[in-house]
């Protein structure tokens, strides 16, 4: 088993949150998968990353678009900014567009207006800041109130490079997961740690929701929790061998 001080983790399955709102449900995202399958073997998916303001969000996006880390001072972002970036998954083109939005409260109506357009969400906390590890459940509460019934969830434990920093424990963000069904994955932006995967295992998970070809008669939820679950046995293998 992992040990509290290894900095990567662990989650349950991703929640699909299940519910009838006719007034969110009927705005539920189209991918270019449904639209174009005809023309192009490219899908595209509208992935939104959420949280407090700080806790990287920005430099989370940045690094898996561009692999630099954002050092220093920088603006937080204001309103809604984006990104496009194009993975290759099962030799399929998938396309990612990643909606970075900002955390302060006097933009969160604005934030909400995008939810229903989204097919998956990235909901980060800083794990120096117990502040923005209790306001995940605003988030999550926001969540179940705007964005469509199946969007996908996962909740991001950022900033794991700050070992001696750190007040939200490893065990603490899988409980809250757990609590709300979601898989939960620990990141750094600084080191790079589970950032590429992180996107490529929704990315995955995304294309199976639309495409039944791939699903191998698994949902994305279990689809995704299991391509965490490898993450994790390779880490593990990786930390073993670093030590023989």
């Known amino acids: 088993m992992l040990t509290a001080s290894m900095p990567y983790s662990m989650g349950t399955q991703t929640r699909i949150y299940k519910r009838t709102n006719p007034n969110t449900d009927m705005n539920r995202p189209l991918s270019a998968a449904n639209n174009n399958q005809n023309n192009t073997q490219q899908s595209t998916f509208k992935v939104m990353l959420l949280g407090d303001s700080g806790v990287g969000k920005t430099c989370l996006l940045v690094r898996f678009k561009d692999d630099t ?3 220093g001072s920088f603006i937080a972002t204001v309103g809604i900014d984006f990104r496009n970036k194009t993975i ?3 030799d399929k083109q998938v396309k990612l567009q990643i909606y970075d939005t900002a955390g302060q409260e006097r933009f969160r109506s604005v934030t909400h207006s995008y939810y229903r357009d989204a097919n998956a969400l990235l909901l980060l906390y800083d794990v120096t ?3 923005s590890f209790n306001n995940v459940r605003v ?3 926001d969540i179940h109130e705007y964005a469509h019934s199946d969007v996908i969830v996962i909740l991001i434990a950022n ?3 700050k070992t001696t920093e750190r007040v939200v424990t490893r065990e603490m963000g899988e409980k809250l997961a757990s609590e709300y069904d979601v898989t939960h994955i620990e990141t ?3 080191t790079g740690l589970n950032v590429e995967f992180c996107f490529k295992a929704i990315g995955q998970a995304l294309l199976q929701q639309v495409d039944s070809t791939i699903s191998n008669g698994e949902s994305p939820s279990k689809t995704l929790s299991n391509l965490v679950l ?11 061998c670093s030590f023989s």
């Open 139 to 141: 988030w999550l509460s």
């Open 69 to 71: 880390f954002l050092s």
């Open 88 to 90: 290759l998954i099962n």
């Open 230 to 240: 490898l993450n994790d046995q390779s880490h593990k293998r990786t930390l073993c």
């Open 129 to 131: 800041s117990i502040t």
């Open 188 to 190: 750094s932006a600084k």
């Open 159 to 161: 900033k794991v490079d």
